[in-house]
């Protein structure tokens, strides 16, 4: 049974999609399930809970010795704060601007800091698990800053002032945030066999994502369903989520490649923590516009699907071959 595990694990993003997909389906196909639907909207209520979960984890495994930025972090930190800057803007200035929900949803998956489990996969697949570390920590900081300064220029449901959605938005992101960090660097220097023990488990953090993927893939479904948008509206949505993925692993591994880290600065720009993605726009903006989030998450885990089957096949070549399996330092 565990070898049988293993064996699935390349593929466990792909059926954590499928199983997503099968639940919306078999919904359609037989009324009576939709029942069990007040589960779902409690597991979206949650959301918050299972983000600061797998921050907690993550945050567990720093080693502040280790976590030396590199050059490719500013770049695409920079990056980040630019592009969504200047797409906020342009709405701001731009309200009848006829593409509002496909640039907001493209702000979404720009902004949404580096996935938790991130670092599991990129260790996975030969990257460096702390240089992407350091990046989740710097991506989460700059989305706690940058979504208060820019939701409020581009949400439809804000009925106060910039500075009260501001401190609204930033009431609910920063403690999302900042806590698992303050309670894993606690827990780190005051309790050190606790710590040990959690870092000991912290891969679970893969396997929660999963769990969560599935869930976020079965409403990214029924989202889609339930939409008043065109099918050519979607298709566009869609492709949107599906170029702002490309793009970003494609942007993010160049970066990297100068440092000898093309797979920590993909992972690093084009992993997202969708969930927390998602959370804001359904939050702060609207259903439509979570529909462009929850094709991303599609979209990565089918690369991120690819590359750890990808992996595999690599790693059992360079075995029949003798060669040391690539490894970024």
Same mark, same amino acid.
């Given at each position: ?16 999609? *499928? ?19 007040p589960i779902a909207d409690l597991f979206l209520k949650l959301l918050p809970l299972f983000i600061f979960t797998m921050l907690f984890l993550a945050f567990s495994k720093l080693d502040v010795k280790q976590m030396k930025p590199k050059r490719w972090h500013y770049l695409l930190l920079l990056l980040q704060a630019s592009v969504t800057t200047a797409i906020a803007l342009f709405l701001y200035y731009n309200k009848d601007c006829s593409y509002a929900i496909i640039l907001k949803g493209a702000i979404v998956c720009i902004i949404t800091p580096t996935a938790c489990a991130a670092a599991? #996969? ?14 989740? !920590? ?27 959605? !501001? ?17 894993? @660097? ?41 939409? *008043? ?45 969708? #969930?927390?993605?998602?959370? *804001?726009? @359904?939050?702060?903006?609207?259903? *439509? ?6 094709? +991303? ?28 399996? +690539?490894?970024?330092?």
């Amino acid at each position: 049974m565990i070898e049988f595990l293993k064996k699935l694990r390349p593929y466990t993003l792909l059926i954590a999609i *499928t199983s997503g997909l099968m639940v919306f389906v078999f919904t359609r196909l037989f009324p009576v399930l939709e029942e069990a639907k007040p589960i779902a909207d409690l597991f979206l209520k949650l959301l918050p809970l299972f983000i600061f979960t797998m921050l907690f984890l993550a945050f567990s495994k720093l080693d502040v010795k280790q976590m030396k930025p590199k050059r490719w972090h500013y770049l695409l930190l920079l990056l980040q704060a630019s592009v969504t800057t200047a797409i906020a803007l342009f709405l701001y200035y731009n309200k009848d601007c006829s593409y509002a929900i496909i640039l907001k949803g493209a702000i979404v998956c720009i902004i949404t800091p580096t996935a938790c489990a991130a670092a599991v #996969l990129t260790g996975k697949l030969g990257g460096n698990e702390s240089s992407v570390t350091s990046y989740i !920590l710097l991506s989460h900081v700059l989305a706690a800053f940058l979504v208060p300064c820019l939701f409020p220029l581009i949400s439809d449901k804000g009925e106060h002032s910039f500075v009260d959605e !501001l401190l609204h938005i930033l009431s609910q992101t920063a403690p999302l945030i900042g806590f698992p960090l303050l309670s894993a @660097l606690f827990i780190k220097y005051f309790l050190k066999k606790l710590n040990a023990y959690i870092v000991s488990i912290s891969s679970l953090s893969f396997y929660l994502w999963a769990i969560t993927v599935f869930a976020i893939s079965a409403q990214t479904f029924f989202n889609i369903a339930a939409s *008043t948008e065109s099918s050519y509206a979607i298709s566009l949505m869609a492709a949107t989520g599906l170029f702002c993925c490309i793009a970003q692993f494609a942007i993010g591994k160049a970066a990297g490649h100068v440092q000898g880290q093309r797979i920590s600065a993909g992972q690093g720009l084009g992993q997202k923590n969708m #969930l927390f993605g998602t959370w *804001t726009a @359904l939050a702060y903006l609207s259903d *439509t516009v979570a529909i462009i989030p929850g094709t +991303y998450i599609l979209w990565q885990n089918l690369v991120n699907a690819w590359q750890m089957s990808h992996r595999e096949k690599m790693l059992k070549i360079w075995s029949k071959e003798g060669k040391d399996p +690539y490894q970024e330092k």
